[in-house]
């Protein structure tokens, strides 16, 4: 098992709310500063923008700091996920995270089982993984039927109990249900606070071990160090009012969580 980062871990130093935000080479070094090889380039369509050349740069950037790649997208379409399996090939990537549906796109049960069993076999020829996240828009129930329906060891689920929360999934049950699939981890702590006037919660991000995840249960049920699946830190970290609090509070919780996941390991 390694720990890796996520594009999420920078969010906010990615995003245009800060003055000059962060390239991916930039983001490739900072991950290399925290003695992390690792980074999962995730949720970032403008990788799918990168000719050849864009591409085989951020590679020898990589290979240069010593930092691997897996990647991340949403959707099942086969010609989407071939797109990305071509970017994969370039970046060495191994792992590729998705997601069932898209902004347009909600296939059917039938219509996900389908467009998987087409693209397994490119999966397969292309040493890739392709994990699905856990997450409130599909049941974990059904997401575990849909994987189990591919019946292909390629094909498995990106544990992010956090995200179910919103459709009122205890996440113990959720890591429980999933942890026999498990070919990817997403490692982010949660908790719930008070909104003004005591009018409602809001859901967001903690620091790593300080909010309800019971990372415990979670190791003790998927095994990662033994079964080699990879522990990926993101964060759910709220803007903090200004630019440089914001970055540096990202900074602060990006470090921690790679300091508590290393504290856990035999």
């Not at 690792?38 to 930092?67: M, N, S, T, Y």
């Not at 797109?83 to 990537?93: E, K, M, P």
Request: charge should be negative.
């Amino acid at each position: 098992m390694s720990i890796g980062l996520s594009t999420y871990a920078f969010f906010w130093q990615l995003s245009s709310r800060v003055e000059k935000p962060l390239t991916l080479v930039e983001v490739v070094d900072k991950t290399a500063e925290l003695g992390v090889g690792l980074l999962q380039i995730c949720d970032h369509p403008a990788i799918e923008d990168f000719d050849a050349e864009q591409l085989r740069a951020l590679r020898a950037a990589g290979d240069a700091a010593g930092v691997a790649f897996e990647l991340g997208t949403r959707g099942l379409r086969p010609e989407h996920l071939r797109r990305y399996l071509d970017i994969a090939d370039v970046l060495g990537a191994k792992v590729l995270r998705s997601m069932v549906n898209t902004a347009d796109h909600r296939p059917t049960p039938d219509e996900a089982l389908a467009d998987l069993r087409a693209i397994a076999p490119e999966l397969a020829e292309r040493g890739v993984d392709l994990a699905l996240e856990t997450y409130e828009q599909v049941s974990t129930a059904a997401l575990v039927e849909l994987v189990e329906g591919v019946d292909h060891p390629r094909v498995g689920i990106c544990l992010d109990p956090a995200n179910t929360v919103a459709a009122l999934e205890q996440p113990s049950a959720v890591v429980d249900r999933c942890a026999k699939h498990v070919l990817n981890v997403h490692s982010k702590d949660f908790a719930f606070t008070r909104s003004e006037g005591w009018v409602g919660f809001q859901l967001a991000g903690a620091l790593m071990g300080a909010g309800l995840l019971d990372y415990d249960h979670l190791l003790d049920r998927v095994r990662p160090d033994e079964r080699g699946v990879n522990q990926i830190v993101e964060h759910w970290l709220p803007w903090q009012g200004d630019e440089d609090a914001t970055r540096k509070t990202e900074q602060l919780w990006t470090a921690h969580s790679v300091d508590y996941l290393r504290s856990t390991r035999p």
